[in-house]
């Protein structure tokens, strides 16, 4: 296990959720904390929790100047980078022949160019300090389910956009790790399951892919594999079991799918008739900041 004493980590959607429970614990263990990300009232809120380890800068993970002035800012005030985590991410609730086409793009920008974008930023000061950066993918990369095209694209995007820098940079002395965390009790699944349509059809999935785990669950396994500077982190563990089976999940995901998305399908065009394009669009209050 690493000491996070003194080092100084960059968590970019650390509002709420993962990014915020993260914060708390590595400020516990001694680590200074840059929360980076769009929610700055909520984020100023974490900090002021956290106290002086704590600070809070306003920026969009899409936004090349906004990344790289909120980057300038916390070596300025903490005197560079150690870790970096890149956790922000916003999803949709629809199908693609019926989800709103900017809200589909926006989770690919977000999710997938977001996390590209943060570690093109912090890499040369992790680079200095031979630090570790750490994207957080999804179970979505695994198992590709219906509803969530845009999603598993990005998340499939970031796993495989690690791989590739893990042997970039490991002569720099630079740990490059991925998470795969399953439905966790967060606002993005809370506001997606709020949903009419797609939150039954979500919490329907069979056994384990359609459990919700509480946050401590995610935090505590994304602790210990951030202290030990982990090439992946499943969270919870079964998940790095579907690896080993990942190139049989999509027929088994299509036969079950024929069960359940006709009727599903029928519905969402309803709901959409009936609310608009709302009935389509991001989810939670970090997707809401997103596309604001």
Not at 106 to 128: A, M, N, Q, S, Y
Not at 145 to 160: C, H, I, Q, R, S
């Amino acid at each position: 296990m690493a000491n996070v004493e003194g080092k100084v980590v960059l968590i970019t959607g650390a509002a709420r959720g993962i990014g915020a429970g993260l914060a708390e614990r590595l400020a516990a263990k001694g680590a200074k904390v840059a929360l980076v990300g769009l929610e700055a009232e909520e984020q100023r809120k974490v900090a002021e929790r956290i106290g002086p380890s704590a600070h809070s800068w306003e920026a969009d993970v899409t936004d090349w100047t906004a990344l790289e002035r909120a980057t300038a800012g916390v070596v300025e005030r903490f005197g560079g980078i150690d870790i970096v985590i890149a956790n922000a991410g916003i999803a949709t609730t629809g199908f693609v022949r019926s989800v709103d086409p900017d809200a589909f793009e926006k989770v690919i920008e977000v999710d997938l160019l977001g996390v590209w974008r943060t570690f093109r930023v912090t890499l040369p000061h992790v680079i200095r300090s031979k630090g570790y950066l750490l994207a957080i993918s999804s179970l979505a990369a695994i198992a590709h389910a219906p509803a969530m095209a845009n999603y598993a694209a990005a998340k499939a995007g970031v796993e495989a956009f690690c791989n590739s820098l893990r042997a970039e940079v490991a002569h720099l002395g630079v740990k490059v790790g991925v998470a795969h965390p399953t439905w966790i009790r967060t606002d993005l699944v809370e506001s997606a399951d709020a949903h009419p349509v797609f939150g039954k059809l979500r919490s329907g999935m069979p056994g384990l892919l359609g459990r919700t785990y509480p946050l401590g669950v995610a935090i505590d396994l994304l602790e210990a594999g951030v202290l030990r500077r982990a090439r992946t982190i499943h969270v919870p563990r079964w998940v790095g079991a579907l690896k080993l089976v990942r190139a049989l999940l999509p027929p088994i995901i299509e036969l079950g799918a024929r069960l359940r998305v006709p009727a599903a399908d029928r519905a969402a065009l309803e709901d959409i008739e009936a609310r608009g394009a709302k009935a389509s669009s991001v989810n939670g209050h970090g997707g809401r900041a997103a596309t604001r």
